[in-house]
T-cell receptor, first 117, second 116 residues
Framework: AQKITQTQPGMFVQEKEAVTLDCTYD???????LFWYKQPSSGEMIFLIY??????QNATEGRYSLNFQKARKSANLVISASQLGDSAMYFC??????????????FGRGTSLIVHP | DTGVSQNPRHKITKRGQNVTFRCDPI?????LYWYRQTLGQGPEFLTY????????KSRLLSDRFSAERPKGSFSTLEIQRTEQGDSAMYLC??????????????FGDGTRLSIL
């Protein structure tokens, strides 16, 4: 079974609008962390936001927020006020079992976001 | 800029040749990871180091692949007897050891390997 599922291969959004990128995960471990990364066409992976499984509040970082629904095992990324520079691939990743010492994250297949002017 | 640095950015070689990539992590980071990424996929874990110790290797890492981090600073990834299927982007990332698993990885720009 896929540990990280990103069901949207591609998304389009108008500049200045908000967009939600979906991510669902599968784990039986109570201790896990969820990450979102952005990968522009130039190739580098840029860390955006983190949510821990025990965090009570949804994570926010500037225009990025993570809609964490633990019971549904979903960790959707919300980008508010989209900018042209947001056009990129977006990857959701999970690091599970860190309480037991594992630090290897698993990445989803990504969602390509295109922001239209 | 003191981010993660990878060299070379691009490598084109003939099938059967050996190649070596280098990664210089962020200086205070003691964890270093290697990933492989093919078109349309997310990064796939290959191996990681904590300081100079190689702590985990993926089943993807065949015996043609070897990675070292001799002094706990930079790392090299060598692929021997390259095959067509080795064509991919090879990403290096580094992170701190933190309390819990919340330390993000910082990635380099990658080395794109093309096998002719």
């Amino acid at each position: 079974a896929q540990k990280i599922t990103q069901t949207q291969p591609g998304m389009f959004v108008q500049e200045k609008e908000a967009v939600t990128l979906d991510c669902t995960y599968d784990t039986s471990d109570p201790s896990y962390g969820l990450f979102w990364y952005k990968q522009p066409s130039s190739g580098e992976m840029i860390f955006l936001i983190y949510q821990g499984s025990y965090d009570q509040q949804n994570a926010t970082e500037g225009r990025y927020s993570l809609n964490f629904q633990k019971a549904r095992k979903s960790a959707n990324l919300v980008i508010s006020a989209s900018q042209l520079g947001d056009s990129a691939m977006y990857f959701c990743a999970m690091r599970e079992g860190w309480a037991g010492g594992s630090y290897i994250p698993t990445f989803g297949r990504g969602t390509s976001l295109i922001v239209h002017p | 800029d003191t981010g993660v640095s990878q060299n070379p950015r691009h490598k084109i070689t003939k099938r059967g040749q050996n190649v070596t990539f280098r990664c210089d992590p962020i200086s205070e980071h003691n964890r270093l990871y290697w990933y492989r990424q093919t078109l349309g996929q997310g990064p796939e874990f290959l191996t990681y180091f904590q300081n100079e110790a190689q702590l985990e290797k993926s089943r993807l890492l065949s015996d043609r692949f070897s990675a070292e981090r001799p002094k706990g600073s930079f790392s090299t990834l060598e692929i021997q007897r390259t095959e067509q299927g080795d064509s991919a982007m090879y990403l290096c990332a580094s992170s701190l050891v933190g309390q819990g698993g919340n330390q993000p990885q910082h990635f380099g720009d990658g080395t794109r390997l093309s096998i002719l």
